[in-house]
């Protein structure tokens, strides 16, 4: 068969080998298992390093100090919270700490000042933090006075920072002149998210979307050993599934899964048998061209002239084509990331033929944002302002629906922590219950403001399955648990 399923404590594998004339292909449908029960409520590890400099005075510092406020204010008690600010200086508000409102209101009076020290500002929140850490960085301009300031050498910092010590770093870019190979790269070596954040409502919802990564990180650094080939793939939230494509020439005995089980810092080898044959799979094809579209999209953020732009508008035509005359061309898969990447090919023709430094620097962030997005479709990443973002939210539905939400069923022991009534309000359906916290099926399932809200009034941690539901799907799951 050209198929092989694996399950494990800590995640299922579905293997999917493909060949045809042109190429063979090995798919790795990955999903992490939702969080097992501890006796210990599990806790996050939080730096917020905001960037204070001129630039950011107004609006954008406003709703920044407003953001990191919130987020602060909706923590656990037995979370860790530090504070970093910095311009052309670097400043602690706080080591990690439970958060407190004194600490809320501290930050809600941030006020701006000169240039911009970022990696002082990100060196000091990660060395801060304990392995499995999550740094969450946020910047509107340019690296412009520290140790260091190019791109490749902070990129090359937080991937240590990742793979050393297991700290994650996510980057906030915010408005139009920021520097998007830098925060990207960051962001991509770091093992977490990139945000472009066009409106200050991108920048409250990068920080809720943050909030929730940071509770439900499971497994670390997961690499994928086929042959003599390793691919490393980064984080897996809890319940995530990734699809992951590799070309290969032969098909191997096994597949080995290297990764750390952040609940208990357990180093975990999975071997996974192969399939023992090839067959003809659509599925795979239609995924290598996703991956492929988020090669090119890489590719887009490197484009600074005419002839940049040029180059790359013939290899991303021929994907449209590809795409276009695939037998799941209409599904939503290749329906919707078809119409995001012919944005991005009609912006590269215009590009090539009069090159806008203000529209290729618009271009270059939309293109690293889309393809973090494509890497990791569970972050909400997309500006609200994007003319695509509705594209991308249908996209983000299909890749994040499958046959799962079949298995769950709400757990009544749950309506004596909070009333049916109040969790339908909520829009969240309790389907596991443990000690300290509660698994839910929502649609908000990426808005860690809306968890904490819940959290205040239950008492316990609210763990999201990032999973597509509807909020009638939510009502009928607890109504047929409390007729």
Same mark, same amino acid.
């Given at each position: 068969?050209?198929?092989? %399923?694996?399950?494990?404590?800590?995640?299922?594998?579905?293997?999917?080998?493909?060949?045809?004339?042109?190429?063979?292909?090995?798919?790795?449908?990955?999903?992490?298992?939702? @969080?097992?029960?501890?006796?210990?409520?599990?806790?996050?590890?939080?730096?917020?390093? @905001?960037?204070?400099?001129?630039?950011?005075?107004?609006?954008?510092?406003?709703?920044?100090?407003?953001?990191?406020?919130?987020?602060?204010?909706?923590?656990?008690?037995? !979370?860790?919270?530090?504070?970093?600010?910095?311009?052309?200086?670097?400043?602690?508000?706080?080591?990690?700490?439970?958060?407190?409102?004194?600490?809320?209101?501290?930050?809600?009076?941030?006020?701006?000042?000169?240039?911009?020290?970022?990696?002082?500002?990100?060196?000091?929140?990660?060395?801060?933090?304990?392995?499995?850490?999550?740094?969450?960085?946020?910047?509107?301009?340019?690296?412009?006075?520290?140790?260091?300031?190019?791109?490749?050498?902070?990129?090359?910092?937080?991937? +240590?920072?990742? #793979?050393?010590?297991?700290?994650?770093?996510?980057?906030?870019?915010?408005?139009? !002149?920021?520097?998007?190979?830098?925060?990207?790269?960051?962001?991509?070596?770091?093992?977490?998210?990139?945000?472009?954040?066009?409106?200050?409502?991108?920048?409250?919802?990068?920080?809720?979307?943050?909030?929730?990564?940071?509770?439900?990180?499971? @497994?670390?650094?997961?690499?994928?050993?086929? *042959?003599?080939?390793?691919?490393? +793939?980064?984080?897996?939230?809890?319940?995530?599934?990734?699809?992951?494509?590799?070309? +290969?020439?032969?098909?191997?005995?096994?597949?080995?899964?290297?990764?750390?089980?952040?609940?208990?810092?357990?180093?975990?080898?999975?071997?996974?048998?192969?399939?023992?044959?090839?067959?003809?799979?659509?599925?795979?094809?239609?995924?290598?061209?996703?991956?492929?579209?988020?090669?090119?999209?890489? #590719?887009? *953020?490197?484009?600074?002239?005419?002839?940049?732009?040029?180059?790359?508008?013939?290899?991303?035509?021929?994907?449209?084509?590809?795409?276009?005359?695939?037998?799941?061309?209409?599904?939503?898969?290749?329906?919707?990331?078809?119409?995001?990447?012919?944005?991005?090919?009609?912006?590269?023709?215009?590009?090539?033929?009069?090159?806008?430094?203000?529209?290729?620097?618009?271009?270059?962030?939309?293109?690293?944002?889309?393809?973090?997005?494509?890497?990791?479709?569970?972050?909400?990443?997309?500006?609200?302002?994007?003319?695509?973002? !509705?594209?991308?939210?249908?996209?983000?539905?299909?890749? %994040?629906?499958?046959?799962?939400?079949?298995?769950?069923?709400?757990?009544?022991?749950?309506?004596? +922590?909070?009333?049916?009534?109040?969790?339908?309000?909520?829009?969240?359906?309790?389907?596991?219950?443990?000690?300290?916290?509660?698994?839910?099926?929502?649609?908000?399932?990426?808005?860690?403001?809306?968890? *904490?809200?819940?959290?205040?009034?239950? *008492?316990?941690?609210?763990?999201?399955?990032?999973?597509?539901?509807?909020?009638?799907?939510?009502?009928?799951?607890?109504?047929?648990?409390?007729?």
């Amino acid at each position: 068969m050209n198929t092989t %399923t694996y399950e494990s404590p800590w995640l299922v594998a579905r293997l999917v080998a493909h060949a045809d004339e042109t190429q063979k292909l090995l798919m790795l449908e990955l999903t992490a298992a939702d @969080l097992p029960g501890t006796e210990e409520e599990p806790s996050v590890q939080l730096a917020l390093v @905001l960037d204070r400099s001129g630039s950011m005075s107004g609006q954008k510092l406003a709703i920044t100090r407003e953001a990191a406020s919130r987020l602060i204010r909706s923590l656990r008690p037995v !979370d860790q919270v530090g504070v970093v600010i910095y311009d052309d200086a670097v400043e602690v508000l706080s080591p990690p700490a439970p958060p407190s409102e004194y600490l809320a209101d501290v930050v809600a009076r941030i006020q701006s000042g000169g240039s911009t020290n970022l990696y002082g500002g990100w060196v000091r929140g990660a060395k801060m933090l304990k392995p499995g850490g999550h740094v969450v960085l946020l910047s509107d301009g340019l690296a412009n006075v520290g140790r260091y300031t190019d791109a490749d050498t902070l990129s090359h910092h937080a991937g +240590i920072s990742y #793979r050393k010590y297991k700290i994650t770093t996510t980057t906030i870019g915010v408005g139009q !002149d920021y520097d998007e190979r830098l925060m990207s790269g960051m962001a991509r070596a770091g093992g977490g998210a990139h945000y472009f954040a066009r409106s200050v409502d991108d920048i409250m919802r990068a920080f809720s979307s943050q909030r929730w990564a940071a509770a439900n990180r499971a @497994l670390s650094q997961l690499i994928v050993r086929v *042959g003599t080939e390793s691919h490393l +793939i980064g984080d897996m939230l809890a319940g995530e599934k990734q699809n992951i494509v590799i070309p +290969i020439e032969e098909l191997p005995e096994q597949v080995t899964l290297y990764f750390t089980v952040l609940s208990n810092g357990e180093e975990v080898r999975l071997t996974i048998p192969a399939p023992d044959q090839f067959g003809v799979s659509d599925e795979v094809t239609a995924h290598y061209l996703v991956w492929q579209a988020r090669d090119l999209l890489d #590719r887009a *953020g490197e484009v600074h002239n005419h002839a940049d732009a040029a180059e790359l508008a013939e290899p991303m035509r021929v994907l449209l084509l590809q795409m276009t005359n695939h037998p799941l061309a209409d599904e939503p898969l290749l329906a919707n990331l078809r119409s995001i990447l012919s944005t991005s090919y009609q912006q590269l023709q215009q590009l090539a033929a009069f090159f806008d430094p203000h529209a290729a620097s618009y271009a270059r962030k939309r293109s690293y944002a889309t393809a973090r997005f494509i890497e990791h479709p569970v972050y909400d990443n997309v500006s609200d302002m994007d003319a695509d973002y !509705d594209t991308v939210q249908h996209l983000v539905q299909h890749l %994040t629906t499958d046959d799962r939400i079949g298995r769950y069923r709400v757990n009544p022991s749950a309506f004596a +922590i909070m009333p049916a009534q109040e969790w339908i309000r909520w829009q969240m359906a309790p389907v596991e219950v443990y000690d300290h916290y509660v698994v839910v099926l929502t649609p908000h399932w990426r808005d860690g403001f809306r968890h *904490g809200e819940v959290e205040k009034r239950i *008492g316990r941690r609210v763990r999201p399955v990032p999973l597509s539901v509807t909020a009638e799907q939510v009502e009928e799951l607890i109504r047929q648990a409390n007729p």
